[in-house]
């Protein structure tokens, strides 16, 4: 048997939830989420509690009070898409019909595309932020590192929010440097970029922080591979590979894909993310089909500043379809909040061709700032929970 939704919402992220409230404040009168997951996870804080800035159990609340009213929620996960039934299958056997379908899943971590990563974490020296399970662990390695080799990763795109992955580093350097430990830690940063994150704009604030730390820059580098048991991290550049060993500890960031199950709908990228418009956001072959979020392939670097825009127009759009009128069109903007020490903050904002696209004009906000850090660790996670997951913003 099937059941039948004006608008199903694949995804309870931030990108899901946004979206089904703003299309519920649009008057959409039957909005279907689903997901299996039985709390929501407000991922900027996991770089703050892996710096020891944010308690772990900031990081959660339950699905069931962030779901917007009058939505219906699914606790089943996809399993798959029948585009031409307009039908979505769920893991419990659950069929849903829709008139619009919406793929907000987000990614994967995929440990096994690294080599030894795994094994790396299961024996405790490999941990990340960007992981749920290890953001922890990274803390307590950080609060308890004063000598050794320490490897710190950008991970290559897509990832949810790549640059943010240099916050931990900076959290730490600075931990090191009041503490005086910082000249007996040997600090490295893989980054597959020409540059630590090939914005100009951002780059020459990001430079410096990282000479004044003593941090050892690999440009162009991604991690080829993980000796678990002899501590080595494995770094892959333009120039070969060089071997980093005796790591006392790695936050290694892992590759991430599309959930498989997307991949009918994906397009050429390596990684599965479905083929949409990145302006309209609508799908390219599939009519009723759209994608917003770290999933969707917009050609920009994920963020969830991005899916601020990306909710607006995307909600906007599915109404606009039905009526005939003309679509709005997403230029790419994102932002990525970056710390360089344990007080200040940088917003680097840019468009899908790393053109910057600042917010305001009265002050350059890409120049580390004190009241920055403070919205980004305390007015942030407020307006998130009360504006953005409501579809007011």
């Known amino acids: 048997m099937t059941r039948q939704h004006d608008v199903v919402v694949v995804g309870g992220g931030n990108a899901g939830i946004s979206l089904a409230a703003r299309l519920r404040r649009l008057g959409c009168p039957d909005v279907c989420v689903v997901t299996p997951d039985q709390d929501h996870l407000y991922r900027p804080l996991l ?16 699905m069931r009070d962030v779901l917007p009213e009058g939505c219906t929620w699914e606790a089943s996960p996809a399993v798959s898409v029948d585009a031409d039934a307009r039908e979505v299958t769920l893991a419990s056997g659950t069929r849903l019909g829709y008139t619009d379908l919406v793929l907000a899943p987000g990614l994967e971590p995929d440990i096994a595309a690294t080599p030894g990563l795994g094994e790396a974490m299961d024996l405790g020296w490999s941990r990340t932020s960007y992981l749920r399970d290890t953001v922890e662990a990274t803390w307590d390695a950080i609060r308890g590192t004063e000598s050794g080799r320490v490897v710190f990763t950008v991970p290559p795109e897509p990832a949810p929010a790549g640059g943010t992955a240099l916050k931990p580093l900076f959290l730490a350097c600075d931990l090191w440097r009041a503490r005086g430990v910082l000249g007996s830690i040997d600090v490295h940063l893989v980054t597959p970029y020409d540059a630590v994150l090939d914005l100009p704009f951002v780059d020459r604030h990001l430079e410096p922080a990282l000479e004044r730390f003593g941090v050892t820059v690999h440009h162009r580098a991604t991690v080829a591979g993980v000796d678990a048991r002899g501590r080595t991290v494995t770094v892959a550049s333009d120039n070969g590979t060089r071997d980093l060993d005796d790591v006392s500890w790695a936050s290694v960031v892992p590759h991430y894909r599309a959930p498989e199950w997307v991949r009918p709908f994906a397009g050429e990228h390596p990684a599965g993310l479905v083929d949409v418009d990145p302006e309209t956001l609508a799908h390219r072959s599939v009519p009723r089909l759209w994608s917003l979020g770290d999933v969707a392939d917009t050609g920009t670097r994920p ?14 759009n599915v ?57 980004d660790r305390y007015v942030e996670p407020v307006v998130y929970y009360r504006r953005l997951l409501k579809g007011k913003v």
Do not use: M
Request: proline letters at 9%.
């Open 47 to 62: 770089n703050f509690v892996a710096g020891g800035q944010a308690p772990f159990d900031r990081l959660t609340r339950p």
């Open 319 to 375: 109404q606009a379809a039905r009526t005939g009128r003309p679509l709005q069109r997403y230029d790419g903007y994102t932002v990525i909040p970056i710390t360089v020490d344990r007080r200040r903050l940088l917003l680097a904002e840019f468009d899908r061709h790393g053109t910057p696209a600042p917010s305001i004009s009265a002050v350059d906000l890409t120049v580390p700032r004190r009241p920055l850090w403070f919205f």
């Open 303 to 316: 963020s969830g500043g991005a899916l601020r825009r990306q909710v607006a127009i995307l909600a906007d």
